[in-house]
């Protein structure tokens, strides 16, 4: 848990100075900008709030939806296949200039930027959280990489804390941004920028590592199958 959660936090933290190009105009539009003091912090805490609670939120539905997997035996392969594609993106994605991937997620991005623009327009403190939370609903590409990870854990309440833990690593440039938007300079954004493609392959080799099942401690830990557990469970002394 403690190694899963210090990978989400990198890549939250890192990636977050990627994000600042598409959250920013958001963040730098919250109606905490005329205040100062507590009253500001609150406000910028409130958004982020709603950010990290939705991150967690698809956390624990792509947790449940890793234990699935886990279930039907197929846990390993899940690992494998889900750490093979992240080195494939990623390779596609840096390794060559003119290739770029979206998903083509029209009516769900523009129901929600409708949704955030209603609130945005309306400049009330109190629509504050259910901003965040609308803005950690919008599509993006490392926020899928976060769920890639989170449905690898094969459990609910880990994905939840993965995809938290995830939140809370972009807390302090997104907290910064809002605050004060000269506080981080293009300069250290871009530098920090492209160590993303180096969090996202050390955290796709573990998935691979782990789905070997090779009972490395920590790295790649033996998988109890499914019916042991089970068995585990119901036969234990009381």
Known sequence: MLLTFLYALSLGFIGSFHCIGMCGPIALTLPVQHLEGVRKQVGI???????????????????????????????????????????????????????????????????????????????????????????????????????????????????????????????????????????ISLRLRNRLRRCIPYVVTIMAVLLIMRGLNLNIPYVSPALAAPDEKVSEHCFKPS
Do not use: E
Request: net charge positive; glycine share 14%; proline share 1%.
């Open 45 to 183: 805490l409130l958004y982020n709030a709603g950010r990290v609670t939705a991150y967690a939120g698809l956390g624990l539905a792509s947790g449940w939806l890793g234990r699935q997997f886990f279930l039907g035996g197929l846990q390993q392969w899940l690992s494998i296949i889900l750490g093979c594609g992240m080195l494939l993106l990623i390779v596609l994605q840096y390794g060559f200039r003119n290739t770029r991937f979206s998903l083509h997620t029209g009516f769900y991005t523009r129901h929600i930027k409708t949704m955030l623009g209603n609130l945005l327009r309306r400049q009330q403190q109190h629509t504050l959280y259910a901003i965040g939370f609308l803005n950690g609903l919008l599509p993006c590409g490392l926020v899928w990489f976060a769920i890639t990870g989170a449905v690898a854990t094969g459990s609910s309440l880990q994905g939840a804390f993965f995809m938290a833990a995830f939140g809370m690593g972009t807390l302090p440039a997104m907290i910064a941004l809002s605050w004060c938007n000269d506080l």
